[in-house]
């Protein structure tokens, strides 16, 4: 018999932003992850033990198919949706600015506010209100029908 080793690899994760389901945003520190063991030789238990996880995930993967494509009672999708919202507004309001052929340096001196606010609308980190909307809108120079895109995708996220 063959005796089973195990390998615990870590790798080490950087300080990011992490966006909950509720739609907060929250700073995650730096920080080291372990990943899942890696078994270097496996013995006859092992064969046995992933044949038994492969049926396992097949039978599971049949039964899910054979539900119905509604949530459970209690779970909700609207998190999932206003972030994608958020994403969305964040992206046409970066767009814009790089039509408008201006840094966001600039786009914040002509609209009254900070860079690090411009940054933060464009990444997504940071809902602008309608004034805010409206402001850039204004700065930027869109159409009538693009400010109208913008504003109810900022409408969307309330």
């Given at each position: 018999?063959?005796?089973?080793?195990?390998?615990?690899?870590?790798?080490?994760?950087?300080?990011?932003?992490?966006?909950?389901?509720?739609?907060?945003v929250?700073?995650?520190?730096?920080?080291?992850?372990?990943?899942?063991?890696?078994?270097?030789?496996?013995?006859?238990?092992?064969?046995?033990?992933?044949l038994?996880?492969?049926?396992?995930?097949?039978?599971?993967l049949?039964?899910?198919?054979?539900?119905?494509?509604?949530?459970?009672?209690?779970?909700?999708?609207?998190?999932?949706?206003?972030?994608?919202?958020?994403?969305?507004?964040?992206?046409?309001?970066?767009?814009?600015?790089?039509?408008?052929?201006?840094?966001q340096?600039?786009?914040?001196?002509?609209?009254?506010?900070?860079?690090?606010?411009?940054?933060s609308f464009?990444?997504?980190?940071?809902?602008?209100d309608?004034?805010?909307?409206?402001?850039?809108?204004?700065?930027?120079g869109?159409?009538?029908?693009?400010?109208?895109?913008?504003?109810?995708?900022?409408?969307?996220t309330?």
């Open positions: 018999m063959v005796p089973t080793v195990l390998a615990m690899p870590t790798t080490n994760v950087r300080k990011h932003v992490r966006r909950l389901r509720d739609g907060r929250i700073q995650v520190r730096a920080h080291t992850r372990r990943l899942a063991a890696t078994p270097m030789v496996v013995g006859a238990g092992g064969i046995v033990v992933v038994f996880m492969i049926f396992g995930v097949g039978l599971i049949s039964q899910t198919s054979q539900n119905t494509a509604l949530p459970e009672r209690g779970v909700s999708t609207a998190p999932v949706r206003l972030a994608r919202v958020q994403a969305d507004l964040a992206q046409a309001l970066r767009a814009a600015r790089q039509l408008a052929g201006i840094s340096r600039q786009a914040a001196a002509l609209a009254g506010m900070s860079q690090s606010e411009i940054a464009e990444e997504g980190t940071l809902v602008p309608a004034a805010e909307v409206d402001a850039l809108c204004k700065t930027y869109v159409t009538p029908e693009a400010r109208n895109e913008l504003m109810e995708l900022q409408w969307k309330q």
